[in-house]
C-alpha cells in the first residue's frame, strides 16, 4: 500500500519540503511542518467544529485543497453548515471545488466492509486534481466513526501505513476519533500519529509521542517535552477512561435504584428543563420518556401554583436555600390533576455553583382529598357557628304568637319584657318607610305558599338605623291554611355601609369627572351626611403652616337650611377655631355628642348652624393634616362605627381631590403647551417666510450678477480684468450656495425638506463629484485618493442632497487642509448601508470643537484665520443624512487631521440601529 502511494503524481512532482512550514489555523498548534499527521479525540460534535473549522478555514486561504471525510455526530450537511458559519466566502470554496465534504461511508466503506482499493483510486483522482488546478499543499481530515472491529482495525492499519506518505509529502492531516474508547485503544491510535489534540480542564492540549520530536525540531518549536511528560499524558488518558469505566457501573447501578423506586425522581437543569426521571414520574404524568425529558416543570405544574413554586425555584437556584418541601397540584398529559408532595433539592458544584436539581414527587391525592374533605367540614362548622349568631324566630298562626330567640332582641335592641310579640309588634320595629315592603312580601309569600328572602331596615330607639336580612319558609293544613312560620333573621348592618361606601366613591369618581373641586367637595360632604344622618357638613384646608386654618365648602343642607355665616375661603388662625379643632391640635378624630356640655367650647358666630352634636376627622399624610371634614346634628349619639365610615370617606375625597387638582393642571399645562405649540408653529413659518423673501431679494440681483461676470469671463482674456471678472464669478456663486443652504435649513427646521428618492450608482456619483472637485484640490495643492471598489450597491436616495453632503465634506475638508495636503475619499458597503468617508490630515479638532460641530451657524476659525461660510454645512449635510434614515459622524484628534463620515440605507429604510453611529464614543451630536 505505502508503495503504491510512493508512485503517486504528487510523489513525483512536489518537492519534498524540508523546513517549510504551514499555518494549521489551530491555536494550540500555530505553525507546524509540512508532512505534519495529527489525532484529535472528540466527544462531541462541537469539538470537532472547534478544531476544524480553523484548520480547513487556514487551509482554504493558503490555497490548499482540502478533503474532510465525516461521520455522525457530524454528517457532510452538518460539516458545511458549520464550515458556512465560520469561514466567509465558503460557498465560493465549495463551489470552485477547493474542499471536499464525504462522508465516511462513502470514502472509507462500500457495503459496510472498507475498500483499500477503491480508496487508492480516490486518493488517485484527488491528486490528479490537485495537481491540475495548482494548488499549494493538500489539507485531510478523517472522522473516524465507532465501527465493527474488523473494520476500524483495517483503517487504523491503512492510516498507520499513510503516515509514511504523509510525512514525506506537502501534506497536512488530522485524524479524529470519539473519546468512547478504552486505553489500548487510545494509545494504539496516538501511536500511529505525531501528537494529539485533547481537551482537558475546558482547554485544548497537544499529546506528543516519540515521533514528535522530530515535528518539534522541524517546526523550530524548542525542545521537545520528555518521554515521561508523553507518559504522563498517555497515562492521564487511561486514567480518564477507568474514571469513566467506573461512573458507568455506579450509574448502572444508580439507575437500578432510580428506575424501580416507586417514589417519582426527577432531575432538573437550574432553569427547569427535566433532565432525566424515573419510571414512577412517567407512569404519574403519563409521559414517555421521548416525550417528557427537556420539558419545563411549569408546563407540568397547575397555573395556579405556578407563580408560588416558580418564586420557590428560583430561590433555590440562587442560593438562598438548599431544598424546600412543597405541596403542587401537577397536570397530567391528559390534563388531569393529581396532588403531589414535592421535595426539591440543589447539587452543587466545589464551587458551590448549582449543576441541577433532584425532584422527589410522592403522591398525595388521596391525603389531600381528606384534608379537603375535613376542611369542608370545618368550614360547614364555622358556618354553623355564624349562623349561631342569627336569630331564630317562628310565629304560630293558629295562636297568633311569635317566638325570638335571645339574638333576635340583641339585634333588634328590645328588652324581652317590653315586647309584645305578635306580627304587628315586629312591623312596628321595621323602619317606616320599609314597613310597606315587608308586610307585601309577607303576604305574597303566603299566598303563594312560597319562601321568602328579603332586606330592610330596623330603626332602634335612639334613632339609629340597622339593616337585616330575613328567609322565611311557611307550612300549611291540608286546606292550605299556614300553621306555622319559620325564619332566621342577620345582622347585615356592616355589609350595607361597605357597600354604600364603595357606591359612594364609585359615584364621587364619576361625578369628580365633570365638575369643579368645589362642588366635588359639597357632594362629598352631602354622601357623608346622608350616610352618617347627619344635619351638617363642612370641610377646611388646613395651610401648610398648620396654624391657618381655610373654609373650602358647606354641605348642600348646611347652606339652605342651617348654617348663614361667612361662606367659603375664609382664613382663620387654629388657635381661633371652636373645640371642633381638637382634631387638629390633637392629631385624631373627635367626637362631642353633647356639645352643650363641652366645657372649653367658644360658642358659634352669628348665622351659623346651632351645633348640638358634631364628629370631626382629620385627614392625615405622613405626620402632617391636610385638611378636616366635619358632620353634626345627628339625631343619635356619633358611634365608632361614624369615625370609621367618616375617616373613610374623607380620605377618598382627598384623593379624588388631589386627582381633581392634578388634572386640571395638567389640562391647564396641555392648554399652555398647545398655546406655545402654535406660536412656535407661526414663528418657524414667518421665519420661513421671511427666508424665502430674503431669498428673493438676494437671488434676483445675484442672478444678474452670476450671468454678467460669467460673460465677462469669456470676453475678457488680459490680466488683471480676467482674474477679477473670475472673482466676481466665484464669490456670487459662492453667496448663492450659502443663500440655498440657508432657505434648506429653515425648511428643515420645519419639516418642510422633502426627499425625491430614485436609484442611483454611487460609483458614478462619486467619482463625478471628485473629478469636479479636482481643480479646488489642485488649486491647493491637495492631493486626492480615491479608495472605493468598481462595484457598490445601487441607492435609493436623493441624489442631489446626497451629492450635497459630499461636496460639503471635500470642501470642508480642502478648506482646512494646508497645501499640500492629502484628502482621501473612501466608500464601502457595511451590512444593509452604504458608508462614505473623507480623510484629511489638516489642522484637526478637539473634542470641544467637535461637540459644536453639527449644529447651526457654528464656525471654527483658526485665531489668525477665518474662514468663509455662514456654518450651515454640515447642519444641513446631518439633517439630510438623517432625512434619509442614515447617520453621520465624525472622528478626530487636534494636529491629526479629521475623518468625516456618513452611512445611508441601501434600500432607502432606516438602520435598525437608528442614530447610534458606528463608534459611540466618537459619535457627533447635532
Known amino acids: 500500500m505505502c508503495t503504491r502511494l510512493a508512485l503517486l503524481p504528487l510523489k513525483r512532482k512536489c518537492e519534498v519540503l524540508g523546513e517549510q512550514l504551514t499555518e494549521t489555523g489551530i491555536e494550540v498548534l500555530g505553525t507546524v511542518p509540512w508532512g505534519t499527521h495529527l489525532c484529535q479525540f472528540y466527544e462531541n460534535k462541537n469539538d470537532l467544529i472547534e478544531i476544524q473549522v480553523p484548520f480547513f478555514k487556514a487551509g482554504l486561504e493558503n490555497n490548499e485543497y482540502c478533503i474532510w471525510t465525516t461521520a455522525e455526530p457530524l454528517g457532510p450537511d452538518s460539516a458545511i453548515e458549520a464550515l458556512r458559519a465560520g469561514i466567509p466566502g465558503f460557498d465560493q470554496y465549495l463551489q470552485s471545488g477547493q474542499i471536499e465534504i464525504i462522508s465516511q461511508d462513502r470514502w472509507f466503506l462500500e457495503g459496510g466492509v472498507f475498500g483499500r482499493e477503491r480508496v487508492d483510486d480516490g486518493w488517485n483522482r484527488r491528486f490528479d486534481r490537485l495537481l491540475r488546478n495548482g494548488y499549494d499543499g493538500l489539507r485531510l481530515c478523517s472522522t473516524v466513526a465507532r465501527l465493527p472491529r474488523s473494520q476500524e482495525n483495517s483503517i487504523t492499519r491503512y492510516e498507520n501505513e499513510v503516515d509514511g506518505f ?94 424501580g423506586s416507586n417514589v417519582g425522581i426527577a432531575m432538573c437543569d437550574p432553569v427547569g428543563r427535566i433532565l432525566e426521571a424515573n419510571s414512577a414520574v412517567f407512569a404519574f404524568l403519563g409521559y414517555s420518556r421521548e416525550e417528557l425529558l427537556g420539558m419545563h416543570f411549569s408546563e407540568l405544574t397547575h397555573p395556579d401554583d405556578l407563580p408560588r413554586d416558580s418564586k420557590l425555584y428560583q430561590s433555590l437556584v440562587s442560593g438562598e436555600r438548599d431544598s424546600y418541601v412543597v405541596d403542587h397540584r401537577c397536570i397530567t398529559k391528559h390534563g388531569q390533576v393529581f396532588w403531589g408532595r414535592l421535595s426539591v433539592s440543589a447539587v452543587n458544584d466545589e464551587d458551590g455553583r448549582i449543576l441541577y436539581t433532584v425532584i422527589v414527587c410522592e403522591d398525595i391525592t388521596d391525603h389531600r382529598q381528606a384534608e379537603e374533605a375535613l376542611l369542608e367540614s370545618e368550614t360547614r362548622l364555622r358556618e354553623a357557628h355564624q349562623m349561631a349568631k342569627m336569630g331564630r324566630w317562628d310565629l304560630n298562626h293558629t295562636l297568633d304568637r311569635l317566638q325570638w330567640t335571645d339574638t333576635i332582641y340583641e339585634i333588634f335592641e328590645i328588652d324581652r319584657e317590653e315586647f309584645g310579640a305578635s306580627y304587628g309588634a315586629f312591623l312596628q320595629t321595621v323602619h317606616p318607610d320599609d314597613r310597606q315592603m315587608v308586610d307585601e312580601n309577607w303576604n305574597e309569600s303566603l299566598a303563594t305558599r312560597q319562601p321568602y328572602e328579603i332586606e330592610h331596615r330596623l330603626l332602634t330607639r335612639d334613632g339609629r338605623i340597622k339593616w337585616v336580612s330575613e328567609r322565611c319558609r311557611t307550612e300549611f293544613d291540608g286546606q292550605g291554611q299556614p300553621l306555622i312560620s319559620v325564619g332566621i333573621v342577620q345582622d347585615i348592618t356592616e355589609r350595607k355601609r361597605a357597600e354604600a361606601l364603595i357606591k359612594t366613591r364609585l359615584a364621587l369618581l364619576e361625578y369628580a369627572a365633570t365638575h369643579s373641586l368645589a362642588q366635588l367637595l359639597q357632594k362629598t360632604l352631602d354622601e357623608v351626611e346622608a350616610l352618617t344622618d ?105 358611634t365608632e362605627q361614624d369615625v370609621q365610615l367618616v375617616s373613610y370617606l374623607a380620605d377618598v375625597a382627598w384623593e379624588i381631590a388631589e386627582r381633581k387638582q392634578a388634572e386640571d393642571k395638567l389640562h391647564m399645562a396641555y392648554e399652555e403647551e398647545k398655546r406655545l405649540r402654535r406660536s412656535l408653529e407661526d414663528e418657524a413659518r414667518k421665519r420661513l417666510e421671511f427666508s424665502r423673501a430674503l431669498v428673493h431679494e438676494l437671488k434676483t440681483p445675484l442672478t444678474a450678477v452670476i450671468a454678467t461676470s460669467d460673460l465677462l469671463i469669456s470676453e475678457m482674456k488680459e490680466e488683471p480684468w480676467a482674474s477679477m471678472a473670475a472673482n466676481i464669478h466665484r464669490g456670487a456663486e459662492g453667496l448663492s450656495k450659502r443663500i440655498d443652504e440657508l432657505l434648506d435649513l429653515a425648511r428643515g427646521e420645519i419639516g418642510m425638506l422633502t ?83 473623507v480623510h484629511d490630515n489638516g489642522v484637526g479638532l478637539t473634542r470641544a470643537e467637535q461637540a459644536r460641530l453639527f449644529r447651526p451657524y457654528e464656525r471654527l476659525d483658526a485665531p489668525k484665520q477665518r474662514y468663509s461660510g455662514l456654518g450651515l454645512g454640515l447642519a444641513l449635510s446631518k439633517y439630510l443624512v438623517e432625512l434619509h434614515g442614515g447617520r453621520i459622524w465624525v472622528k478626530s484628534r487636534k494636529g491629526r487631521g479629521s475623518t468625516f463620515g456618513f452611512s445611508v440605507p441601501i434600500d432607502g429604510k432606516p438602520s435598525p440601529q437608528g442614530d447610534q453611529g458606528r463608534n459611540p464614543a466618537s459619535r457627533a451630536k447635532g
Open 166 to 259: 504523509v510525512a514525506n509529502n506537502r501534506m497536512l492531516a488530522i485524524c479524529t476519533y470519539n473519546l468512547d474508547r478504552n486505553a489500548a485503544e487510545v494509545i494504539e491510535i496516538v501511536g500511529n500519529h505525531h501528537a494529539a489534540l485533547v481537551r482537558h480542564m475546558g482547554r485544548w492540549q497537544l499529546i506528543e509521542n516519540a515521533a514528535s520530536k522530530r515535528l518539534e525540531r522541524r517546526s523550530g518549536r524548542g525542545e521537545p517535552q520528555d518521554v515521561a511528560g508523553i507518559a504522563v499524558n498517555y497515562r492521564d488518558i487511561i486514567e480518564r477512561k477507568r474514571a469513566e469505566d467506573k461512573l458507568l457501573e455506579s450509574e448502572a447501578r444508580f439507575r437500578g435504584i432510580f428506575d
Open 534 to 638: 347627619s344635619c351638617v357638613g363642612f370641610y377646611h384646608f388646613v395651610d401648610t403652616d398648620h396654624e391657618t386654618l381655610s373654609l373650602q365648602a358647606w354641605s348642600t343642607r348646611t347652606l339652605t337650611e342651617f348654617c348663614g355665616a361667612a361662606g367659603s375661603n375664609l382664613h382663620y388662625p387654629i388657635n381661633q377655631a371652636g373645640v371642633w379643632a381638637d382634631c387638629v391640635r390633637e392629631k385624631r378624630p373627635v367626637v362631642h355628642n353633647d356639645y352643650a356640655a363641652v366645657p372649653h367650647r367658644k360658642g358659634t358666630p352669628d348665622g351659623h348652624a346651632a351645633i348640638t352634636r358634631e364628629l370631626v376627622v382629620p385627614i392625615l399624610r405622613g405626620d402632617r393634616i391636610i385638611a378636616v371634614l366635619g358632620v353634626g346634628n345627628k339625631p343619635s349619639d356619633y
Open 755 to 837: 426627499l425625491n428618492r430614485a436609484p442611483i450608482s454611487p460609483h458614478e456619483v462619486l467619482s463625478e463629484i471628485i473629478s469636479e472637485m479636482m481643480p479646488v484640490a489642485s488649486a491647493r495643492n491637495h492631493t486626492l485618493i480615491v479608495k472605493f471598489p468598481e462595484s457598490l450597491p445601487v441607492l435609493n436616495v436623493d441624489q442631489v442632497r446626497i451629492r450635497q453632503v459630499v461636496y460639503n465634506l471635500i470642501s470642508n475638508a480642502c478648506k482646512f487642509t494646508k497645501a499640500g495636503g492629502r484628502i482621501t475619499i473612501r466608500a464601502k458597503a457595511e451590512g444593509k448601508e452604504l458608508v462614505v468617508e
